[in-house]
C-alpha cells in the first residue's frame, strides 16, 4: 500500500468514526427561536438522506436536468448523485470543495489543492480560471459564488492548503474573477474566509469566518467593490460543534448557515430566527428542485435534503 493510498484510508476511517459518533449523539431536530421560523421551515418538515458512504462531503450544486453535484474531500473527486443515492464520478480532482454554476450555466470549483479556481465541463475537463495573485499562489480557494455583476466571487483562507505546500500570499482574501480573467482583491480582514452569499437585491455579501465564528456583511458597490464591512451575526460553538462554513440565501433575504449542530437561519435583520439540527454536521447547502424549495445539505459522509416554505435565491438565474 502506497503512502498516499494509507493516508487515505486512514482519513475515510477517521471520518466514518466521526459520522458514526456523530449519529450517535445527533438527530434531527428543528429548534425554533421565532415564530418567523415556522414560516420559512414547516413544522413538520422531514429530513431525507439521499446517499451516505462518501468521505467528507462538500459544494452541492443542484442541476434541473435532476442531480446534484456532490464534492467529497476525502476521495477526492466531484460527484453527481442521483435522487435515488445513485452516485457517477465526474472527475478526479485533489480536495475538491465549494462549486457554484456561472451564468452560462458552467460548473465552477474551488480546487484546494490545486490552489486555484477552475471551470468544468460535463465530461471532467476542466480549465484553470485563476490561481494567482500579484504573481503569488492562492492558499486554498474554498468557496465560490457567482455574483450579480456575473464576476466570480471566492474566499482563500489555508484551511485546505497543503501541507508540503507553502503560503506565498501573507493573507486569507475574498477576491473577484472577472469574465476576462482579471482577479482583484476585496478584503483581507477575515481570519479565516469561508462561505459567502449575494443578498437578492445584490446590495449586499456575507462572508463568514470560521475562525472567528461570525458572519460578516458588507455593502456591495456597483463596480464591484466592498465597503462598510461589519458584524451581521454571531456562531458560537464548543470545539468540534462545527463553524460557520457554507451559506444560502432565499429571495426574501433571509440566510441559512451552516454551523454548530446544523443550519442556523437568520432574517435580513440579523436575528437569529433558529437552528435545523442535523444528524451530522453539514458543511455546505444548496437551492434544488424545481420549485427551488428544497435545501440540498452536504453532512460529513453524506447528502441530505430539507423541503421548505420559502423559495431559494440562486444567483446564476437572477437577470
Given at each position: 500500500?502506497?503512502?498516499?493510498?494509507?493516508?487515505?484510508?486512514?482519513?475515510?476511517?477517521?471520518?466514518?468514526?466521526?459520522?458514526l459518533?456523530?449519529?450517535?449523539?445527533?438527530?434531527?431536530?428543528?429548534?425554533?427561536?421565532?415564530?418567523?421560523?415556522?414560516?420559512?421551515?414547516?413544522?413538520?418538515?422531514?429530513?431525507?438522506?439521499?446517499?451516505g458512504?462518501?468521505?467528507?462531503?462538500?459544494?452541492?450544486?443542484?442541476d434541473?436536468?435532476?442531480?446534484?453535484?456532490?464534492?467529497?474531500?476525502?476521495?477526492?473527486?466531484?460527484?453527481?448523485?442521483?435522487?435515488?443515492?445513485?452516485?457517477?464520478?465526474?472527475?478526479?480532482?485533489?480536495?475538491?470543495?465549494g462549486?457554484?454554476?456561472?451564468?452560462e450555466?458552467?460548473?465552477?470549483?474551488?480546487?484546494?489543492?490545486?490552489?486555484?479556481?477552475?471551470?468544468?465541463?460535463?465530461?471532467?475537463?476542466?480549465?484553470?480560471?485563476?490561481?494567482?495573485?500579484?504573481?503569488?499562489?492562492?492558499?486554498?480557494?474554498?468557496?465560490?459564488?457567482?455574483?450579480?455583476?456575473?464576476?466570480?466571487?471566492?474566499?482563500?483562507?489555508?484551511?485546505?492548503?497543503?501541507?508540503?505546500?507553502?503560503?506565498?500570499?501573507?493573507?486569507?482574501?475574498?477576491?473577484?474573477?472577472?469574465?476576462?480573467?482579471?482577479?482583484?482583491?476585496?478584503?483581507?480582514?477575515?481570519?479565516?474566509?469561508?462561505?459567502?452569499?449575494?443578498?437578492?437585491d445584490?446590495?449586499?455579501?456575507?462572508?463568514?469566518?470560521?475562525?472567528?465564528?461570525?458572519?460578516?456583511?458588507?455593502?456591495?458597490?456597483?463596480?464591484?467593490?466592498?465597503?462598510?464591512?461589519?458584524?451581521?451575526?454571531?456562531?458560537?460553538?464548543?470545539?468540534?460543534?462545527?463553524?460557520?462554513?457554507?451559506?444560502?440565501?432565499?429571495?426574501?433575504?433571509?440566510?441559512?448557515?451552516?454551523?454548530?449542530?446544523?443550519?442556523?437561519?437568520?432574517?435580513?435583520?440579523?436575528?437569529?430566527?433558529?437552528?435545523?439540527?442535523?444528524?451530522?454536521?453539514?458543511?455546505?447547502?444548496?437551492?434544488?428542485?424545481?420549485?427551488?424549495?428544497?435545501?440540498?445539505?452536504?453532512?460529513?459522509?453524506?447528502?441530505?435534503?430539507?423541503?421548505?416554505?420559502?423559495?431559494g435565491?440562486?444567483?446564476?438565474?437572477?437577470?
Amino acid at each position: 500500500m502506497t503512502k498516499q493510498k494509507l493516508a487515505i484510508l486512514l482519513a475515510l476511517l477517521f471520518c466514518v468514526g466521526c459520522a458514526l459518533a456523530q449519529e450517535g449523539q445527533r438527530h434531527f431536530e428543528l429548534k425554533a427561536n421565532s415564530k418567523k421560523f415556522w414560516k420559512l421551515i414547516p413544522r413538520g418538515a422531514r429530513l431525507e438522506k439521499i446517499a451516505g458512504g462518501m468521505g467528507f462531503t462538500e459544494g452541492p450544486v443542484w442541476d434541473p436536468s435532476g442531480f446534484i453535484y456532490v464534492s467529497d474531500e476525502v476521495y477526492n473527486k466531484i460527484l453527481r448523485v442521483y435522487p435515488d443515492g445513485h452516485k457517477e464520478d465526474v472527475v478526479s480532482l485533489g480536495d475538491p470543495d465549494g462549486n457554484t454554476y456561472d451564468g452560462e450555466h458552467r460548473l465552477i470549483d474551488c480546487a484546494s489543492v490545486l490552489r486555484a479556481v477552475i471551470r468544468i465541463k460535463r465530461d471532467g475537463t476542466f480549465t484553470v480560471l485563476a490561481d494567482h495573485y500579484e504573481g503569488k499562489r492562492f492558499n486554498s480557494p474554498n468557496d465560490v459564488v457567482t455574483g450579480p455583476d456575473g464576476a466570480i466571487y471566492f474566499t482563500d483562507p489555508i484551511s485546505d492548503l497543503p501541507k508540503d505546500q507553502k503560503q506565498e500570499l501573507d493573507f486569507k482574501g475574498v477576491f473577484r474573477l472577472d469574465t476576462n480573467g482579471e482577479v482583484r482583491l476585496l478584503t483581507k480582514e477575515l481570519s479565516e474566509p469561508n462561505g459567502l452569499a449575494f443578498s437578492p437585491d445584490g446590495k449586499n455579501l456575507y462572508v463568514d469566518d470560521s475562525s472567528q465564528r461570525n458572519i460578516r456583511v458588507y455593502d456591495f458597490r456597483a463596480d464591484g467593490t466592498l465597503g462598510n464591512g461589519r458584524i451581521f451575526g454571531e456562531e458560537p460553538g464548543a470545539n468540534g460543534d462545527g463553524v460557520p462554513d457554507g451559506m444560502r440565501v432565499d429571495r426574501a433575504g433571509n440566510l441559512f448557515v451552516t454551523g454548530p449542530g446544523g443550519i442556523w437561519i437568520w432574517d435580513p435583520e440579523g436575528h437569529h430566527l433558529g437552528t435545523v439540527l442535523l444528524p451530522e454536521q453539514p458543511a455546505n447547502l444548496a437551492w434544488g428542485d424545481t420549485d427551488w424549495k428544497t435545501l440540498y445539505i452536504t453532512a460529513t459522509t453524506a447528502l441530505y435534503k430539507l423541503k421548505t416554505n420559502t423559495t431559494g435565491f440562486v444567483p446564476y438565474l437572477a437577470k
